[in-house]
């Protein structure tokens, strides 16, 4: 099954670190790292060389600048798009040559000196969450538009507050900006819902990260327990969608 | 070898760290001689103030009855003074979560397991609203003042003793019966991270200003339990963190024995 992805590791993670057997998924990165709104901006005015780049970098690099995620799920084809929004809060939405890019490790090591300083393009919450609400419409209705067969899921994607750490030792994670990037993320995970034909969500249950995790720790690097746990409602979930349009 | 006598200014989240059903071996080292329980630092450190015992009846068991009236004619000082204990451990959970109210020209902890089921509390219940950290972040300073105020007291009253804070939090998940890890969900639990962010930076504020003895807890992520005894809540923990607490506790001790 193809499975396209647009979102983060959070979502990549579930089809990589897994107790099952994820061969039957092919999975591809269509949007990596970037935030809603800067996937549905046009492209910058100004053309730039990515000869230089790694093959990672420019994926990242040349979707945030030349908007090319389209052109690639046309291309893939998936039959079920999973998108999340970790993106959209860990990252920041700036001004680019006549575009919006987000400002994500990888733009900014290739153009820090000209992203560093641009204040984002949302000055609170709400004008944040409004701005946000039509970009997200704007995505899933291009990618719908692309595949009109797909099934467009949503990783209803939490932040994780707490990690094992190597001895297995449950830890606190502790980062000032926690709490609003959590909190922003469950508003826009719930107003986003409506759009898609399906939503997956750990919900309520209660997953860590882990100290061992191959890519280290982070908020939205999650525990094995939760991928596997998240692969089994994705699983059901496209099942589910399948037999509902058999019928 | 003589215990060490404690004595619990707090809630349940410290008191049950010294209670048999979660450490059944606390004994062997400790004793805790008293527990002044729930009150906030506000009311303890408020002149003491009467109200008749035939206000006090309601649904209170003789313990509840017994620490309202403590809290209220501010006897703990007494018996703190009286049962010299070689460690008081307080905690901040009642300055969170319950706040206090004005009664009778002084000032007493708005505790909904005691005052709040008494028949003066029903009949003067528009006059006794709560103000807790929770409700009025503003109040911050007048328990931050408060809490130092107590310890001062403490430390000039029992000069031997030594003043100790637990540093907690409350939690945001729990192990249910099942053994599965769940979320505390609903309106009912919405004050966890508000009240977490409060508490670390009331933490903040009374270790930068003074030089307190802590058992901090935060470095390790604790869940709550569906089986805890008295209910479940984000503060009534797995039993590894009582466990927790003890090892700390006792090492702490254990340096100050060693250091005397």
């Known amino acids: 099954m193809k499975v396209g992805i647009i979102g983060s590791e959070a979502t990549r ?121 039509v970009a997200c419409k704007r995505l899933v209705d291009t990618v719908r538009e692309i595949c009109p067969k797909a099934l467009v899921v949503l990783h209803s994607a939490p932040l994780m507050n ?65 991928n596997t746990h998240m692969l089994g409602l994705f699983a059901n979930k496209v099942l589910e969608a399948k037999f509902e349009r058999s019928e | 070898m003589e215990k060490t006598k404690v004595a619990v200014v707090g809630a349940c989240v410290t008191r049950d760290c010294f209670n048999r059903s979660f450490v059944p071996f606390y004994r062997e080292n400790f004793e805790c001689v008293a527990t002044v329980w729930q009150s906030s630092f506000i009311s303890l450190v408020a002149p003491p103030t009467k109200v008749a015992d035939d206000e006090l009846v309601g649904r209170l068991n003789e313990k509840q009855l017994a620490y309202l009236k403590e809290d209220i004619e501010k006897a703990h000082i007494r018996k703190l003074v009286s049962l010299k204990p070689d460690y008081i451990i307080l905690d901040l959970y009642a300055d969170t979560h319950y706040g206090v109210c004005n009664v009778n020209e002084s000032i007493v902890t708005c505790n909904p397991n005691s005052l709040m089921k ?79 962010s409060l508490l670390n930076k009331f933490y903040e504020q009374i270790l930068s200003e003074r030089d307190v003895t802590t058992v901090d807890m935060r470095n390790r992520y604790y869940l709550g339990d569906e089986s805890y005894p008295f209910g479940l809540e984000p503060y009534h923990f797995e039993r590894q963190y009582q466990l927790d607490f003890i090892s700390k506790f006792s090492l702490l001790c254990h340096r100050d024995q060693l250091s005397s």
């Open chain 1, 13 to 133: 993670g579930i089809f990589i670190f897994n107790a099952y057997d994820v061969s039957f998924y092919k999975t591809e990165i269509i949007s990596y790292q970037t935030t809603t709104v800067s996937n549905v901006a046009g492209p910058v005015k100004n053309a730039v060389d990515f000869s230089a780049y790694s093959t990672w970098d420019r994926m990242i690099v040349e979707n945030n600048l030349n908007k090319v995620w389209p052109q690639r799920l046309q291309g893939f084809a998936p039959e079920v798009v999973v998108v999340d929004f970790v993106s959209d809060v860990m990252y920041t939405s700036v001004q680019h040559d006549g575009s919006i890019v987000t400002r994500n490790p990888i733009m900014l090591k290739h153009l820090k000196d000209d992203l560093v300083d641009r204040t984002r393009i949302f000055s609170d919450e709400d004008d944040f969450v409004s701005g946000w609400l």
């Open chain 1, 162 to 226: 707490s990690y094992i750490d190597k001895e297995g030792i449950p830890r606190k994670v502790r980062r000032d900006d926690y709490d609003a990037k959590s909190t922003l993320l469950k508003r826009i995970n719930s107003e986003g819902e409506c759009m898609f034909d399906a939503v997956i969500k750990s919900d309520p249950f209660k997953f860590h990260g882990h100290e061992l995790h191959p890519w280290g720790v982070g908020l939205a690097k999650y525990e094995n327990k939760y």
């Open chain 2, 118 to 196: 008494t028949e003066f509390y029903k009949k003067n219940k528009e006059r006794l609203a709560a103000v807790s950290l929770l409700n009025s972040p503003e109040q911050l300073p007048q328990v931050l003042q408060a809490f130092f105020d107590f310890i001062d007291l403490m430390k000039r009253l029992l000069p031997d003793s030594r003043v100790v804070l637990h540093l907690f939090e409350f939690t945001d998940a729990f192990i249910n019966k099942k053994g599965e890890h769940v979320k505390f969900e609903g309106p009912k639990y919405s004050y966890i991270e508000k009240a977490n």
